[in-house]
C-alpha cells in the first residue's frame, strides 16, 4: 500500500483500515509534502531555481547520494523491511535517513555470491566500482519523470560517458571496438545485461551490477539451483552499517515470520537476545516473547511476563502474544488484560478484537462479548472468526435459528471454516438431529481426515447408537 501508491488517508490504530487510497505515486512521494511550497508560490514568491535552493520542498536533485539512495530505495529495496519502535509505514518523508523509519534486511549466501539473487536493483547497484567509487546514485541514469520505456539506449549510454570519457580516473572501455560495434556499442547492453532474477521466476530485470563481464548462463539459474548449491550464512541489513542486537533480532523473527521457516533463523535470534545486558528485561521483552511466541512456547512467555509489571508491557503485539499465551493455558482473567491493552492501543485491530471477545465469552461475560463481536462485524462485516464466535454466543443463549444463520453465511464466505462447520454440528447436535450432526461431522473429516475432535464426536455418536 505504501510502495505501489501515494500515502493513503490510513487509521493508525488499526492494522489496514484505510479511510482513502490514492490512484498512483504521487509528487509528494519523492518532493515531500508540498503544502508550503504551493501556499509560497501563490504568494507570489518565486525562486530561481537555477540559482538557489527552494527550501520550501525537497529537490532530490539537491540532496546527499545516501539520502537520494534512501528515497528510491524506500520503495525500491527489495528484501524484509522491519519497522523501528513507534514508525509506522507513513512515517518517511524525503530528506530522511531510510533507517531511521525501517531495516531491511536480506539474506546472504556463500559459495555463490556473484549469482544474481536479488531483485532488486539498489542491492545490486551496490556492488558496482562505479557506484562505490563515484557519488552515483540512482538519479545519476534516472529521471523518475520518464519512464525507462521511453528513455533511448543513447540516453543511458551517455551517462557511462560522462564519466567513462578518458577525462579523470576513470577507465575506458577495453573492449576491442570491433566487437562493440557488434553490438551498436550499447554499453548497457554488456555491462548490465537484462537478466532473469532469480528471486522471481519468468521476471526479467536490468541487473544492476555494472561490471566488465556478465556470464548469463552462470548468473540465470533457477531459484531452486540456487538453493541446492547457496549456503545462507546469516541476514544483511542493508539500511545499516551497524545493526544493533535488537535490531538484529528483530530482523531474523520477522524473516522467520514471513519468509522462511528455518530453525537457524530462531536459533540466530535467540543469539542476539541473549546478548541484552543483564537484567534488561522490558526494553527487551518484544522480541523475547515473540521469540517464544513463534517457537509455540507458551509456558515461558508466561513466565517472563509474570517478571514484569502489566503496564510496563507497551507494545501492542506483545500485550497481545502475552494474552495468547495465558488464553492458552485458560487462564482468563489474566489473558483479558493483556488483550484488552492491545485492544485500548489498536481498537481497530480486529484480530485483536476477536480474542478480546472470546476470552469475555470464556468468562462467561456474553453481554461484553456479543458487544465485542458486533463492533467486529460493523467494521468488517465479512469477518468469519467473529462471525462463527457471534452464531455460537447465541446458540449458548438458544437462539437457535439466528445462530444458525451466521453459520451459514460464515460458511458461504469460507466453505472450509472448520470452527463453522464444528458450530453447525453442535446445533444440530442440540437439536437432536443425530444424522445431520454425523453428516457435517463427515464432512469436517474429508477436508481434514486427521481431526481428533471430529473422530470423537463421530465415537461418542456411534456409541450413543448402538445404546439406543
Ligand atoms: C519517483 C520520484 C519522483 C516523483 C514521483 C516526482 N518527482 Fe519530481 N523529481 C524527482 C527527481 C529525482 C528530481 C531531480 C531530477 C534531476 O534533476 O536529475 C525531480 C525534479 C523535479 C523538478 C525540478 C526541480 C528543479 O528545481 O529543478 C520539478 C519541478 C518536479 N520534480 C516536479 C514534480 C511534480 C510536479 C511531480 C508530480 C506530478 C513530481 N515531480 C513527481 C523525483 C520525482
Ligand atoms: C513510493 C514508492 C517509490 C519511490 C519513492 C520510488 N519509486 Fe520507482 N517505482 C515504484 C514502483 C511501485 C514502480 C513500478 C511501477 C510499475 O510497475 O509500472 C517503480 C518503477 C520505477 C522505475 C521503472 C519504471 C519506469 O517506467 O521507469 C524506475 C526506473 C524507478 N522506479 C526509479 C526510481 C527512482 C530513481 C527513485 C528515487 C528518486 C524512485 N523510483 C522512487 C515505486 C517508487
Ligand atoms: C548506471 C546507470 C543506472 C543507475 C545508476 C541505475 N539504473 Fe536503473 N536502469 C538502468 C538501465 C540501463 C535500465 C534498463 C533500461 C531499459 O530497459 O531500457 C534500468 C532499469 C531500471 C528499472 C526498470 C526495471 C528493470 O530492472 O529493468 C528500475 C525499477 C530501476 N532501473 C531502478 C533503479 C534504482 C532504484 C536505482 C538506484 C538504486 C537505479 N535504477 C540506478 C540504469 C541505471
Ligand atoms: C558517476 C560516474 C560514473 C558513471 C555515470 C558510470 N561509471 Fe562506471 N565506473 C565509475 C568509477 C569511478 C569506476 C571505478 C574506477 C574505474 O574503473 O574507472 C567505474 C568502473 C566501471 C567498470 C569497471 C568495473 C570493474 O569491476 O572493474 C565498468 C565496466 C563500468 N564502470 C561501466 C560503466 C557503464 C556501462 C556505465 C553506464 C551504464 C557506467 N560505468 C557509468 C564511475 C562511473
Ligand atoms: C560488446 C560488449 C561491450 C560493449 C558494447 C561495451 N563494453 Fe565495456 N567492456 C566489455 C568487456 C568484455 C570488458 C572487459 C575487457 C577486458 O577484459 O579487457 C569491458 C571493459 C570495460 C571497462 C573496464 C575497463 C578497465 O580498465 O577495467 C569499462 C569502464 C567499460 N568497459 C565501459 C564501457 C562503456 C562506457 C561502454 C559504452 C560506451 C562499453 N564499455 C561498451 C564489453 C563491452
Known amino acids: 500500500m505504501t510502495c505501489h501508491n501515494g500515502l493513503p488517508d490510513f487509521e493508525e490504530r488499526s492494522r489496514n483500515k484505510f479511510h482513502s487510497v490514492k490512484t498512483g505515486i504521487d509528487c509528494e512521494r519523492c518532493h515531500g509534502p508540498g503544502e508550503l511550497h504551493v501556499e509560497r508560490k501563490r504568494a507570489g514568491k518565486i525562486i530561481d531555481t537555477s540559482q538557489y535552493a527552494d527550501s520550501t520542498i525537497v529537490n532530490p536533485a539537491r540532496l546527499t547520494k545516501e539520502l537520494q539512495m534512501s528515497l528510491c530505495q524506500r520503495c525500491h529495496l527489495q528484501g524484509n523491511a522491519v519497522l523501528k519502535e513507534g514508525k509506522s509505514w507513513k512515517d518517511f518523508q524525503p530528506g530522511m ?24 536493483q539498489a542491492e545490486r547497484l551496490r556492488e558496482s566500482a562505479c ?11 534516472h529521471n523518475p519523470h520518464v519512464s525507462v520505456e521511453e528513455t533511448s539506449i543513447a540516453t543511458f549510454n551517455s551517462k557511462c560517458r560522462n564519466c567513462h570519457n578518458g577525462a579523470g580516473k576513470k577507465s575506458e572501455c577495453t573492449e576491442d571496438m570491433a566487437t562493440r560495434n557488434k553490438e551498436d556499442d550499447n554499453c548497457t547492453g554488456c555491462h548490465m545485461p537484462k537478466s532473469g532474477s532469480i528471486d522471481i521466476p519468468h521476471v526479467s530485470i536490468t541487473d544492476h551490477h555494472i561490471k566488465t563481464r556478465h556470464d548469463k548462463d552462470q548468473e540465470n539459474i533457477s531459484y531452486t539451483e540456487a538453493q541446492k548449491i547457496q549456503q545462507f550464512v546469516g541476514l544483511k541489513c542493508m539500511t545499516k552499517e551497524n545493526p544493533s542486537n535488537y535490531e538484529m533480532a528483530m530482523g531474523y523473527l520477522s524473516f522467520y515470520e514471513e519468509f522462511s521457516k528455518g530453525r537457524y533463523l530462531l536459533d540466530s ?5 541473549e546478548q541484552r545486558p543483564q537484567g534488561d528485561l522490558v526494553p527487551w521483552l518484544k522480541p523475547i516473547v515473540k521469540y517464544h511466541f513463534l517457537r509455540n512456547d507458551f509456558a515461558s512467555i508466561r513466565t517472563y511476563a509474570s517478571r ?37 492501543k489498536k481498537p481497530f485491530n480486529l484480530a485483536f478484537q476477536n480474542k478480546l471477545g472470546s476470552t469475555y465469552f470464556q468468562l462467561g461475560n456474553y453481554q461484553k462479548a456479543e458487544r465485542v463481536f458486533r463492533l467486529i462485524l460493523t467494521e468488517d462485516p465479512r469477518q468469519k472468526e467473529a462471525m462463527a464466535n457471534l452464531g455460537y454466543l447465541l446458540l449458548r443463549k438458544g437462539r437457535k435459528e439466528r445462530a444458525s444463520d451466521y453459520f451459514k453465511k460464515t460458511l458461504s464466505l469460507d466453505p472450509d471454516y472448520l470452527q463453522a462447520m464444528f458450530n453447525q454440528a453442535a446445533l444440530s447436535l442440540q437439536n437432536k438431529q443425530w444424522e445431520k450432526a454425523r453428516t457435517i461431522l463427515q464432512n469436517i473429516l474429508k477436508k481434514d481426515p486427521g481431526n481428533s475432535k471430529a473422530q470423537q464426536l463421530l465415537q461418542r455418536l456411534d456409541a450413543m447408537e448402538r445404546r439406543s
Not at 535517513?97 to 532488486?120: C, T, W
Not at 535470534?269 to 537476545?273: H, P, V
Not at 495465558?326 to 489473558?335: G, I, L
Open 97 to 120: 535517513h531510510l533507517d531511521s523509519i525501517m531495516n531491511v534486511f536480506l539474506p546472504e549466501y556463500k559459495g555463490q555470491e556473484d549469482r544474481f539473487i536479488m531483485a532488486s
Open 131 to 141: 557506484y562505490t567509487q563515484s557519488d552515483m546514485s540512482c538519479i545519476t541514469c
Open 269 to 273: 535470534a535467540k543469539i542476539f537476545i
Open 308 to 344: 514484569v509489571r502489566l503496564d510496563s508491557v507497551q507494545d501492542e503485539w506483545t500485550n497481545y502474544r502475552i494474552g495468547e499465551a495465558y488464553f492458552q493455558a485458560k487462564q482468563y482473567q489474566k489473558a483479558l488484560k493483556y488483550y484488552q491493552q492491545a485492544v485500548n
